[in-house]
């Protein structure tokens, strides 16, 4: 069983959703992003996101590997850094893309 972190854009919440749940399937234990029930990270003030950011962070040493979701060729900023922190860990760096 492999410990994953679910990396990528509020954007693609069904898909996240969607790709958590095969994940699971497959056996892993996946990790997810808490912020999945705003629209967008601008709904949060300064101080949710960067307890939120520092969650995700603690998720990404927890894990094994990102899981980057890609879709339509979009990896955001926060994403971007999320794929350096991840690498700079040496964690296994998986992506899914839609193309």
Do not use: Q, W
Request: with cysteine; proline share 1%.
């Amino acid at each position: 069983m492999k410990i994953i972190t679910i990396c990528g854009s509020y954007k693609f919440k069904k898909e996240i959703v969607k790709l958590t749940e095969k994940l699971v399937l497959e056996g892993n234990c996946v990790l997810t992003p808490n912020e999945l029930t705003r629209t967008k990270k601008e709904d949060y003030t300064e101080e949710e996101a960067l307890m939120i950011d520092k969650s995700h962070k603690e998720k990404i040493k927890l894990a094994d590997a990102i899981f980057v979701v890609n879709v339509n060729n979009y990896i955001g900023n926060s994403t971007k850094k999320e794929i350096e922190y991840a690498k700079s860990l040496n964690k296994e760096i998986l992506y899914y893309s839609n193309n």
